[in-house]
């Protein structure tokens, strides 16, 4: 069974810097390298929005809100893929989740790491 496993999140200042971490466990890594690959967060009160992707090709896109500041990035040989944040803001504050669909359209999610920024 596939299960995702976050790791990383903390208290830090606005200003500064976290890498998430998300290992995916059950899984191959030659069929690792079939998956897409997302960061969701959800901030209390609030609906959880896609905040960057990676497919199983290498693409990325961003929600605009974190362009600039936040990175994506895939280690197939290892199952991870990570989020690099800097200049972290208030507004970045939220609990971060780990994403996959197979190619088969099942979807996991993972615990959720939170992430607080203070100002």
């Known amino acids: 069974q596939v299960r995702l496993v976050e790791s990383g999140g903390g208290l830090v200042q606005s200003g500064g810097s976290l890498r998430l971490s998300c290992a995916t466990r059950?899984?191959?890594?030659?069929?690792?390298?079939?998956?897409?690959m997302a960061w969701y967060r959800q901030a209390p009160g609030e609906q959880r929005e896609l905040v960057a992707a990676i497919s199983r090709l290498g693409s990325v896109n961003y929600v605009d809100s974190v362009k600039g500041r936040f990175t994506i990035s895939r280690d197939n040989a290892k199952n991870m893929v990570y989020l690099q944040m800097n200049s972290l803001k208030p507004e970045d504050t939220a609990v971060y989740f780990c994403?996959?669909?197979?190619?088969?359209?099942?979807?996991?999610w993972g615990q959720g790491t939170q992430v607080t920024v203070s100002s």
């Open positions: 059950g899984l191959a890594s030659s069929s690792y390298d079939m998956y897409d």
């Open positions: 994403n996959t669909e197979s190619p088969f359209g099942a979807v996991y």
